[in-house]
């Protein structure tokens, strides 16, 4: 699997490359390949403290629709996260996560047998 990059190879400041590349990848191959490449990262450990980690991966399996994966990793963001600015973003986004699942719970009725 390659590894995606900005469109002009203009990384933000501070970014580390490889967080770059898994930042970009969902873009361009979908959020499948951006959250393998967030799961090689966590294998190598370097970043393993990066809450942003975290939060990209919760965002990646929000979009895939695996809302108890999205969950656990935006609490993981979420413990990790010290400046408030951060956690009110990573609470709401866990909480209109939260509350999509219970409005499926409350639409979905299983079929009459």
Known sequence: MSR?????GAA??????????????????G???????????HKEGELAGYQWLYAAQADLHRRLGQAPEAQAAYR?????????????????RLQELEKNSLDVCRIWRPPND
């Open 31 to 41: 959020p499948a390949a951006g959250l393998a490449l967030i799961q090689d990262l």
């Open 4 to 8: 995606g990059a900005p469109p002009d």
């Open 76 to 92: 993981k963001a979420l413990s990790m996260s010290q400046q408030e600015p951060e956690r009110r973003y990573l609470e709401r």
């Open 12 to 29: 933000p400041a501070g970014a580390a490359p490889d967080t770059v590349c898994a930042d970009y990848a969902p873009m361009r191959d």
